[in-house]
């Protein structure tokens, strides 16, 4: 497993706890492929396990909802966070 930085989640959007990533790279279509995400808390040392359950495009970030995350409070919980992909999954 090599992860690799993708993004960085800006806040919570919506009420279904779905997050707001502005990614790395200006090549959004990537998004479309992952099945799983990692997220790093600040201060944590090893990166949660998420699985992407919706996913999309607006503007310059993606939208995307995250098994295990439920409401804008815990959703919120991330902000700041950095999302981590493994190169396999790419």
């Known amino acids: 497993m090599g992860l690799i930085p993708f993004g960085r989640i800006s806040k919570a959007h ?3 706890g ?3 990533v502005h990614p790395f ?3 959004l279509e990537n998004l479309s ?3 799983r995400i990692f997220i790093q808390k600040c ?3 090893k990166p949660q396990e998420f699985k992407v359950i ?5 503007k310059e970030s993606a939208i995307i909802g995250l098994e ?3 409401s804008v409070d815990d959703a919120e ?3 700041g966070c950095s999302v981590m992909v493994d190169t396999s999954d790419l």
């Open 25 to 27: 790279s200006r090549q």
């Open 33 to 35: 492929r992952l099945e």
């Open 77 to 79: 919980k991330f902000r």
């Open 54 to 58: 919706r996913r999309r495009l607006e």
């Open 18 to 20: 779905e997050l707001r």
């Open 68 to 70: 295990g995350i439920r």
């Open 14 to 16: 919506g009420l279904l």
């Open 43 to 45: 201060g944590e040392e």
